[in-house]
């Protein structure tokens, strides 16, 4: 009644709306349910699921939030939704990993169903910021959750109080399957009883020391009889949490001095063997090791390999038998998946440690590189660095794009086909078709470079200098592809990972790649804005099209000023046509392959426009920005004086760059001004 005082009433209604449906008291009871031992059989043989190992658990995790396929170079790929973190809108999703997060779900599969996986560690490898802590903890938020849903439900079991009656309760420290609770010579009797034909219940392994002792100390009680015995055992609903230290475990290695192998399996409670007389009595025991208390879930192990030899003994018999080994005390049963990961340095002091050689067999590893394709490595900056969460300053077109385009660059190996830059590969990978390149061709190029995506520039890197270019004074407004490209040269001067100076070289040389595609890229975008004229476009086409159908069908074309029947004009179509590297003796194909297009577009009822054909479009562009440019003298951009007419122009293009190409007013006057600079010098190289 106190605590009701602290609120008042006219407050509980208030607080009632906020919180809205988060406390629904049908929810809570449903976590927090408590029945007896044949509650749960009862429970068992509607839903066997509730029985099922680690490995079953966490593979249905995964595929409960469902999966899509598609093809990429001739193979299925199985695309899982759960590593899009669906529990915090994204925060941690992990993109363009499909193939190697297939490969860990296998995994999972084989484990579940017990064909030799469940006795391995899962190792993930890979460079430093690769994602391997980040699919750790999806894993392990996932498990949290999944442990709260119905299909995921899963029961522990408490002791009543031995000493003081009916008055307490005392948990299983490790969180056990009820089940385990039924000796071993009527185990048979009960899986025959709660399996079906749909799923086979299984019971294995023993209670843990603590629940022996109460298990004995109630037998002795009540003479052998083990039923009476569940009378005082209290099933209740088991939510995993890590915070809690619920079924989910993370180890650490500390330097080796510091290392204790009682942080894995749990020590002794000096201060209860004044009450139970010996060390050796599992109720003078905290069984709070990471194994312990990981049981049921999950445990991972940051940075594996640095673990002390001594560790290894816990681990090859935690993975291989699923058995731990307390102080003073048998060995004892766990289920848990042991997942831990480690970078490429100390992966390959594995490989040359011959202590290590029992490790390395029951060691499953898994890959985990950078990402390789654009569009995904974009993703990751996207998340954070946008002009929705960015406030106070304005993020360019391109400036992500580019600063992603060089991170994934520094991954390629160097293609091994003379006619084939290393910017091309990236644009194949991202899914841009090159002539002379199919499928076939791009999945050979990837088998041939074994190691890319295990080398190259890390993700955080460029996060950080991302954040340098948006808190640096210099930037008033907005920030752009340059600010970002020059931090991230100034960075390599004193990148610890760059371990040659030949290194930081090529990664200079990269830069100057992104440099020299960026302004071709805002060249072709300042082009687009001059001659996204709508009327001058559509009266270009128009006259285009009138001229090519005339060509076609072998027919004059009336001058529309002097009403005279002309030759169809060639000059004009030919000057629209090499815009878009239409070769003279291409040009009656592409002028069919036009007249078809409208023809069938006519048939299903539909009209021809500039924008119908894309080819056709960039090439009316083109032109048209040919026709206009002089017209705007871009170049007087770089200037002091501009004319009112010319400026009048310039403005318009702005406006269109900020309307069309998302710019606001100072970055679309940066770029003006750096694309005026490329006119003045006479560099209009034109590039498809």
């Known amino acids: 009644m106190e605590k009701e005082k602290l609120i008042p009433a006219t407050k ?8 809205g449906q988060i406390q629904e008291a049908d929810l809570y009871r449903e976590l927090h349910w408590e029945g007896t031992f044949e509650d749960y059989l009862d429970i068992i043989k509607e839903n066997p699921t509730v029985t099922r190992s680690a490995f079953e658990r966490i593979y249905d995790m995964i595929l409960s939030h469902g999966t899509k396929t598609y093809e990429e170079y001739r193979e299925k790929i199985t695309h899982y939704h759960f590593f899009d973190d669906p529990f915090e809108d994204g925060k941690d999703a992990v993109y363009g990993l499909d193939r190697q997060l297939m490969k860990i779900v296998n995994l999972f599969k084989s484990a579940a169903n017990k064909y030799g996986t469940e006795k391995r560690v899962f190792l993930l ?59 071993e010579n009527f185990r048979l009797q009960f899986i025959d009883h709660l399996s079906s034909d749909g799923a086979k219940v299984v019971i294995e392994g023993d209670l843990c020391p603590f629940c022996r002792q109460n298990f004995r100390e109630f037998l002795k009680k009540y003479e052998g009889d083990w039923i009476k015995v569940l009378e005082d055992v209290k099933v209740r609903r088991l939510m995993l949490s890590e915070k809690d230290r619920v079924g989910i475990g993370t180890f650490q290695p500390k330097d080796e001095k510091n290392q204790d192998s009682t942080e894995l399996t749990g020590d002794i409670n000096y201060r209860k063997i004044a009450i139970y007389g010996s060390d050796s009595d599992p109720r003078a025991f905290n069984f709070d090791g990471e194994f312990n208390i990981a049981n049921r879930g999950i445990i991972e192990f940051i940075e594996v390999l640095k673990l002390d030899v001594a560790f290894l003994y816990d681990l090859l018999s935690a993975s291989q038998e699923h058995k731990i080994k307390p102080k003073k005390f048998a060995q004892t049963d766990i289920d848990e998946v042991i997942i831990g990961h480690t970078n490429e340095p100390e992966y390959r002091k594995l490989q040359s440690n011959e202590f290590m050689e029992a490790l390395r067999d029951r060691t499953v590893k898994i890959d985990v590189p950078y990402i390789t394709r654009l569009e995904d490595e974009i993703k990751i900056y996207q998340k954070d660095f946008n002009n929705e969460k960015v406030l106070g300053k304005h993020i360019a077109p391109h400036t992500i794009e580019m600063a992603a385009m060089w991170a994934v660059l520094t991954r390629l190996e160097e293609p091994k086909k003379a006619n084939l830059t290393l910017l091309q590969k990236l644009k194949l990978y991202n899914g841009k078709s090159l002539p002379g390149y199919t499928e076939d061709n791009i ?41 970002v490209l020059n931090e991230l040269e100034d960075g390599l001067k004193h990148h610890s990972l760059i371990t040659n100076e030949d290194q930081r070289k090529r990664y200079r040389e990269l830069l100057s790649v992104v440099k020299e595609e960026y302004s071709d890229i805002v060249k072709n975008e300042v082009q687009r804005a001059i001659a996204a004229d709508e009327e001058a476009l559509k009266r270009l086409c128009g006259n285009y099209i009138d001229n090519v159908k005339a060509y076609t069908q072998k ?43 409208i023809g069938a577009l006519a048939l299903e009822g539909k009209s021809f426009d500039y924008r119908s054909n894309e080819r056709l479009q960039k090439a009316l562009e083109l032109k048209l920005f040919e026709d206009q440019k002089d017209s705007i003298k871009l170049t007087t951009l770089i200037s002091n004086v501009v004319d009112k007419e010319t400026q009048e122009k310039i403005d318009v293009v702005k406006s269109r760059m900020i309307k069309y190409f998302g710019y606001n007013d100072e970055s679309a006057t940066d770029v003006l001004n750096y694309v005026a600079s490329i006119f003045a010098r006479g560099d209009v190289k034109e590039k498809n």
């Open 12 to 19: 509980k209604g208030k607080i009632k709306s906020i919180v």
């Open 125 to 183: 490898h890979g460079p430093v910021g690769s994602a391997k802590s980040t699919i750790v903890r999806l894993l392990k938020k996932g498990l949290e959750a999944y442990s709260k849903t119905a299909e995921g439900a899963l029961y522990t079991f408490s002791w009543r109080g031995i000493e003081n009656e009916r008055d307490e309760w005392v948990d299983c420290p490790m969180h056990e399957d009820p089940l385990r609770l039924i000796p």
């Open 443 to 483: 999945k050979e190029l990837r088998s041939e470079s074994a190691r890319e995506g295990l080398e190259g520039i890390s993700p955080r890197y460029i996060q950080d200098k991302i954040s340098n270019a948006l808190v640096n004074e210099t930037a008033k407004n907005s920030i752009n592809p340059f600010m």
């Open 555 to 597: 027919q004059r074309v009336k001058n529309p000023y002097t009403g005279a029947d002309e030759e169809p004009d060639e000059r004009l179509m030919r000057s629209i046509e090499l815009k878009i590297d239409i070769p003279e003796s291409r040009k009656d194909d592409f002028r069919r392959e036009i007249m078809n297009y």
